[in-house]
């Protein structure tokens, strides 16, 4: 299967500061990839559709002045933690398609926690 | 966003035994598929379905994609403990809508 790489597995920042995680399509073009926030114990619910050269779309209740999201190449999308607070601590996870209709491979997934 | 109702929410058998997990939507989907995830892993793709009434295997792993489109099951038969995991279901229509998980713990 295709190969999605999120980078850093795991990282610790204290609050205030800001993190910045990577997901890179290793052997595929995505012109749209997704980031997801899990819970302990929960499904993964979508923070925002990331677009390949134009403005991520964000769903409903997410900030998108806290997540920025980045996505300048069609093989990279990033998604900045600005101002981290220990409630962002959570499980961060990214998935790409190769197009619109085929399944989606998912990143190995980040840990955040804000200290 | 939309989330599709998967049962059983958890499920604790023993070695050998079959398992089998459902989701289902209100909504019409055009795939179903369905995830694995390790615990602090990112979920790892088992079955993709495309067309209505599609049944599908992979290795002990059998799925189908229902006649309405609005629901899909999965089998797994003669577990192993590394079995043990949380499986979901995900719908696409667009974008993915995920299942709620259901946590599998196989007893040696």
């Known amino acids: 299967g295709a190969v999605v790489s999120q980078h850093p597995s795991r990282v610790i920042c204290k609050s205030g500061t800001s993190v910045k995680i990577e997901c890179r399509s290793l052997?595929?073009?995505?012109?749209?990839m997704f980031w997801y926030r899990q819970f302990p114990k929960k499904s993964l619910m979508l923070m925002a559709t990331?677009?390949?050269?134009?403005?991520?779309?964000?769903e409903q209740g997410v900030e998108k002045d806290k997540f920025l999201i980045n996505h300048a190449s069609l093989t990279l999308s990033t998604l900045t933690v600005t101002s981290a607070h220990p409630e962002d601590s959570s499980f961060y996870i990214c998935?790409?398609?190769?197009?619109?209709?085929?399944?989606?491979?998912f990143g190995q997934g980040t840990r955040l926690t804000v200290v | 966003g939309q989330q599709l109702n998967q049962s059983p929410q958890s499920m604790f058998i023993q070695e050998g035994e079959d398992v089998s997990m459902n989701c289902t939507s209100s909504?019409?989907?055009?795939?179903w598929l369905w995830y694995k995830q390790d615990p602090g892993e990112g979920p790892v793709l088992l079955i993709a379905?495309?067309?209505?009434?599609e049944l599908t295997s992979n290795g002990r792993l059998t799925a189908q994609f229902g006649i309405t489109r609005k629901d899909s099951f999965l089998n797994i038969s003669a577990s192993i403990p590394s079995d043990v995991g949380i499986y979901f279901c995900?719908?696409?229509?667009?974008?993915?809508?995920f299942g709620t998980g259901t946590s599998l713990t196989v007893i040696p």
């Open positions: 995900a719908g696409q229509l667009g974008q993915f809508y």
């Open positions: 909504s019409i989907f055009n795939t």
């Open positions: 990331s677009n390949e050269g134009s403005k991520a779309t964000y």
């Open positions: 998935s790409a398609h190769r197009d619109q209709n085929t399944e989606a491979f």
């Open positions: 379905l495309y067309k209505a009434g």
């Open positions: 052997d595929f073009q995505a012109t749209t």
